[in-house]
């Protein structure tokens, strides 16, 4: 009897299901972060907008998500454009170049901060050695770039004192309690782990400028801009901090028209977006359609034709 229901309830599910219906995987990232809601409201855009369509929202990180999409693991992941820059060319943390990775659409900016107790002494990358260094785990998006920045400036691991930490909250915690000097993160802005350790110690973010020639020879995808001022509360002027891009990837080969059907409702839908993600408030297609040094897909790249978003560049 229990297997007669079994096969029942089996035949009930296959017959529910839409026929030629395609489960695409979608790899986000990790639990807390801002890509698990983004891709939730993606899901539901999509799975409206491409008939037969179906979404499977799964937890990732930026450096695995690429490697995800390029070995066909996921149909589309979210990535950090630094990354997806790396895995094209090869360099670590990819033990190989990633192929078949193409661009969707930029979302939003991320910005990598180096914040300092201010009365530590630290004014340039080169004043952290021998300081106590909060950072995150190995293998993080912004654990990569701290590695590359001490590199620009002549450090390596070997002359600070770095703490590994498995989170934002951590790090705080040790820059509040005296343990750690700086504290190195990406994220948006403002980030809410900044406004907390300023809420209780005098902090200064380092302007990062006199490194972005050294950073863009490592990737091609940094790009350095100045910290919008009144960013965080009592901010000194405009520090420049080193950003890059999050944006959505997808096989290259994927079908032009599904992408296209996907790029058009996401842009079509951005105010969805743009709840779940404060962040993305000022982002617009012609900022989707940027150049990040990753090529954009056939189908994406025809939406951004027709919505005149190439014009200007």
């Not at 450090?155 to 790090?171: E, R, V």
């Not at 012609?286 to 040094?293: C, H, K, L, R, V």
Request: charged share 20%; hydrophobic share 40%; glycine share 10%.
């Amino acid at each position: 009897m229990r297997s007669r229901l079994f096969l029942g309830l089996a035949l009930a599910a296959t017959l529910a299901a839409p026929a030629g219906a395609e489960e695409l995987r979608m790899m986000t990232g990790p639990q807390g972060g801002s890509w698990i809601p983004l891709g939730g409201a993606l899901k539901n855009i999509w799975e409206k907008a491409v008939p037969g369509l179906s979404v499977q929202v799964v937890p990732g990180a930026g450096v695995i998500n690429v490697r995800g999409v390029s070995a066909g693991k996921a149909g589309v992941a979210f990535a950090n454009s630094i990354s997806t820059v790396d895995g094209l060319n090869g360099r670590a943390p990819f033990p190989q170049k990633t192929e078949n990775v193409c661009n969707v659409g930029s979302l939003y900016p991320q910005w990598f901060q180096v914040a300092v107790l201010a009365d530590s002494g630290i004014q340039k990358v080169e004043d952290l050695k021998g300081k106590a260094v909060a950072i995150q785990p190995r293998g993080n998006t912004a654990e990569v770039i701290t590695q590359q920045l001490l590199q620009v400036a002549g450090l390596s691991y070997d002359d600070i004192q770095p703490n590994f930490q498995t989170g934002y909250t951590d790090a705080v915690g040790l820059m509040k309690d005296g343990h750690a000097q700086a504290f190195t993160l990406g994220t948006t802005v403002p980030a809410s782990a900044v406004m907390d350790l300023a809420s209780a110690r005098d902090i200064r973010l380092l302007d990062l400028s006199k490194y972005e020639q050294g950073m863009r020879k490592i990737n091609e995808a940094y790009r350095v801009k100045p910290l919008p001022a009144d960013t965080y509360p009592s901010q000194q002027g405009t520090p420049a901090m080193i950003t890059y891009t999050t944006h959505i990837i997808t096989q290259c080969d994927r079908d032009a028209d599904e992408v296209y059907k996907m790029t058009k409702a996401m842009w079509d839908n951005i105010g969805a977006l743009r709840n779940v993600v404060g962040s993305m408030r000022k982002t617009d297609v012609e900022f989707g359609a940027q150049d990040i040094s990753v090529p954009m897909h056939e189908g994406a790249l025809r939406y951004y034709r027709e919505a005149n978003a190439l014009a200007k560049k």
